[in-house]
């Protein structure tokens, strides 16, 4: 008979196998705790209460982490001491004291604030408190920038300028002197009541819409009278005019009643010479006998 083993009939049996351990295999007075051991590969099932490790402790009554192949859950709050190093972090809401960022925060991956900026995705503010502006452009509406501000446009003439209706009005200084005025070949009126007071033509004639009182002295080309009223030239009074001169005039176009008082007056000369008949320069007679 032959005693060699048939190999090909004959299962193997696989040696040096642990058996898991269940509540049936095992009775608990068998082992000894303080002296055997029980490694984790042979435990199956149960629940292992008030466990720790090294590095857990386990103190929960209830099940608060679930473990699974595809995605971790925590059903409880979560306090970390250290720092959390993800590749993608994602979460519906998150309520922090302070939140450092290196770059930039992002919202569907538009950047809203960076560190020294707003992102360009910001279209819409309401704040009501802001640090020093170097630059603010409000479209079609408002410019700063250089030290000056344009309304209604982006290139000022002086420190302020307002486009209205396409005349700009501008504010600033000429030659150390403070400015107001239009900055081209416009009109420029002074107003009350929505109503013209004072109207400054592009030729530089002023006029007075209404009543004009003086109530210190006035000069008419002198820049500094010393009496109530200075003219520099020739005075107009009902269609006439008044003027001073050595002589009769031998030019220039006069009205009859108009009076050229003599600038040089002596004993034996005349106050002066009336026109009797307007022209070119017009017929004259001298009056007042100098005695």
């Known amino acids: 008979m032959d005693q060699s083993i048939n190999t090909l009939i004959m299962a193997l049996k696989p040696i040096n196998i642990q058996q898991k351990i269940t509540a049936k295999s095992v009775k608990v007075s068998d082992i000894d705790f303080k002296k055997d051991s029980i ?58 004291p302070v939140l450092d960022v290196k770059e930039a925060l992002r919202i569907d991956g538009n950047e809203v604030v960076w560190r020294t900026k707003l992102g360009k995705s910001v279209k819409e503010s309401s704040l009501t408190k802001v640090g020093v502006l170097e630059n603010l452009q409000v479209k079609d509406t408002l410019y700063v920038a250089d030290g000056r501000v344009g309304i209604n446009t982006t290139v000022p003439s002086k420190t302020f300028a307002v486009d209205a209706e396409g005349v700009e009005i501008v504010i600033g200084s000429d030659d150390a002197t403070g400015f107001v005025g239009t900055h081209e070949a416009r009109p420029f009126a002074i107003s009350t009541d929505d109503t013209k007071r004072i109207v400054v033509a592009t030729n530089g ?38 003027s001073s001169a050595s002589g009769i005039p031998t030019t220039g176009t006069w009205t009859k009643g108009s009076i050229v008082w003599n600038s040089e007056p002596d004993i034996g000369e005349v106050l002066g010479w009336i026109c009797i008949k307007g022209g070119q320069p017009g017929a004259w007679r001298s009056f007042g006998h100098i005695n």
Not at 41 to 58: A, E, L, P, W
């Open 39 to 96: 490694s984790g590969d042979v435990i199956n099932g149960g629940t292992i209460t008030n466990f720790s490790s090294t590095g857990i402790k386990d103190s929960a009554t209830h099940n608060i982490l679930e473990i699974a192949d595809d995605v971790t859950n925590i059903n409880n709050d979560v306090f970390i001491q250290g720092k959390i190093n993800c590749q993608t972090l994602q979460y519906n809401r998150a309520q922090v």
């Open 205 to 242: 004639k002023v006029s007075f819409e209404k009543d004009v009182n003086v109530k210190g002295r006035l000069g008419v080309g002198i820049q500094n009278p010393d009496h109530d009223l200075e003219v520099a030239g020739n005075i107009a009074f009902q269609n006439r005019i008044f």
